[in-house]
């Protein structure tokens, strides 16, 4: 597959100043048998407003590694650092999306996304808070659902309250955590494309989980394939070189999709082949 380009976990891409860096990251959790082994040396840099997902065998440490963005974990060795600032705890300048919603079942939609707002801005005036609020429910279609709680709406307007949620407050870094691994096909593709125009609008910058090869294709700047753990690692970086704005259809139909989508296919079922024994 000479055709394709990809990049050594040890030489991530840089175009200019990096924003988000991993340098040389291990998570060790000890054990009654020993140390166990998540992450070893993992090394990436991330540019300002860069969509990464992020893709491998369950138990490869993907979540671990996003943890560590967000701040709801630490290294056991290496650095994960923001702006030059090393990464501590969670912060409002890092946003998670959950596959399971994470919505409060007794508050409404606007209520849910106005806690956040209300939290990260509590100096804002009343009149500010209750705009951003429509704004984002605006913006993934849920104006007419806003007075519903979570337990009266689909799967998929329940993550599109976490998205508007999570974007409510302007994070300089999204993380999703196979945020449409629950839906279903109609509405994960729906969803798809509403976030690659929210990105495209307001350029965050997006780390993504996914065990979806089309989806990462779909949305993804570049795609990082996990080697399986324990100890896993970044084996391969892949620039993904479909032109922006993304069109499905038109993608489907170009060769390169078929030829990449193949190459991702062989590493994770050839190449980092899952023992299921272990």
């Known amino acids: 597959m000479q055709t394709l380009t990809t990049s050594s976990a040890t030489h991530p891409h840089v175009d200019r100043e990096p924003f988000l860096i991993i340098d040389n990251v291990s998570k060790v959790y000890p054990t009654p048998k020993g140390n166990y082994v998540v992450l070893e040396q993992v090394n990436l840099q991330v540019q300002q407003g860069e969509f990464v997902c992020v893709i491998g065998h369950s138990g490869c440490g993907k979540s671990t590694l996003l943890n560590m963005v967000s701040g709801f974990s630490q290294p056991s060795d290496g650095l994960v650092t923001l702006h030059g600032k090393r990464i501590s705890e969670p912060g409002p300048d890092r946003m998670v999306v959950f596959q399971g919603y994470a919505l409060l079942p007794w508050l409404t939609a606007y209520e849910n996304v106005y806690l956040a707002v209300d939290s990260v801005h509590p100096n804002k005036s009343e009149a500010e808070k209750k705009q951003i609020v429509r704004e984002h429910l605006a913006m993934v279609g849920l104006s007419d659902a806003a007075h519903k709680q979570p337990g009266q709406l689909s799967g998929g307007m329940r993550q599109r309250v976490s998205i508007a949620r999570a974007l409510a407050i302007r994070p300089e870094v999204l993380i999703l955590d196979e945020p449409f691994g629950a839906l279903d ?48 690692k970044i084996g391969e970086i892949l620039e993904i070189p479909f032109p922006r704005p993304r069109d499905r259809d038109r993608m489907m139909e170009d060769p390169e999709f078929y030829k990449m989508r193949n190459y991702i296919l062989d590493y994770l079922y050839n190449r980092f082949a899952h023992d299921d024994d272990e």
Do not use: S
């Open 185 to 232: 096909a109609i509405t994960k593709e729906e969803l798809q494309v509403e976030l690659l125009k929210i990105w495209n609008d307001h350029r965050c910058t997006v780390l993504m989980i996914t065990h979806d090869i089309d989806e990462a294709l779909f949305l993804a700047d570049r795609l990082v394939m996990m080697t399986n753990g324990p100890a896993a």
